[in-house]
């Protein structure tokens, strides 16, 4: 198996490190993520990735709670589950450095950019935490942002369902799935396929995406060699 692509961004939602867990992670997970990340890194694939946190934090806990707060608090949370993967690719023998978006010297580099893709060269895989570093943002749009910065030429979003369908398919067994999309149908049609933001921000950027099933983590490798799984998002 050959990849087909030099450079990707992959996006991990939190609730996928929890395994069959409804909160927390769930290290044997993990790992067979890990072992798939490390089989693409191996073929010389450069790797950023964007981990959500919503494992142990989604939103706010109640109406009252100020927003703002709530977003840092996810904010904390993706730094968690980004220091679980660099410890399960640490021990698969995976080169990794994670960045923050918020200043955390003493456990994570700062994001730079620049340093980013010199990482990404020398075959260090790159985890990005922190979201943006700002509230109102998702971990999707932390995703479209950094694709867009360090040049990746897709951006691969692990999901727990093979691609996008019309309607969810674990509550309509009549659900359509799509092969294909442009982001102005995602826009559109408000497909759930990511926040208007992200997609707004793919779009203009020229950066497609591939939706598939991370329940079989060898679909990420899968997805690197051009395999055809999943639901791709792109401009005509």
């Known amino acids: 198996m050959q990849p087909v692509y030099k450079r990707i961004l992959l ?4 609730e996928a490190l929890a395994g069959g867990q409804t909160h927390g992670i769930d290290f044997d997970t993990v790992l067979a993520i890990c072992a798939a990340i ?3 890194a191996g073929m010389g694939v450069e790797i950023g990735l964007v981990v959500g946190g919503g494992n142990f934090w989604r939103g706010r806990s109640s109406r009252d709670m100020d927003r703002t707060r709530a977003d840092h608090m996810g904010m904390l949370a993706t730094v968690i589950n980004s220091l679980a993967l660099a410890d399960a690719l640490e021990q698969l023998d995976v080169p ?3 960045q923050t978006a918020i200043s955390m010297q003493q456990i994570a580099e700062p994001y730079i950019r620049n340093k980013a893709t010199s990482h990404l060269e020398k075959g260090r895989v ?3 935490g922190c979201g943006t570093g700002n509230p109102f943002f998702t971990t999707d749009t932390a995703a479209a942002l950094r694709a867009a910065e360090i040049g990746a030429e ?3 979003k692990a999901t727990n369902v093979d691609g996008v ?3 969810d398919p674990n509550e309509c067994p009549d659900a359509c799935k799509y092969e294909t999309l442009t982001y ?3 826009l559109s049609k408000n497909l759930k396929v990511m926040d208007s933001t992200a997609a707004s921000l793919c779009r203009d950027n020229g950066i497609p ?3 598939f099933n991370l329940n079989e983590p060898h679909n990420i490798v899968a997805a690197v060699c051009g395999e055809k799984i999943g639901t791709i998002v792109k401009e005509d």
């Open 38 to 40: 490390k089989e693409c």
């Open 11 to 14: 996006k991990l939602s939190g």
């Open 165 to 167: 369908f019309d309607k």
């Open 209 to 211: 995406i591939l939706v």
């Open 184 to 186: 102005s149908q995602v």
């Open 96 to 98: 990794v450095r994670v």
């Open 126 to 128: 790159v985890i990005f």
């Open 154 to 156: 897709i951006i691969f």
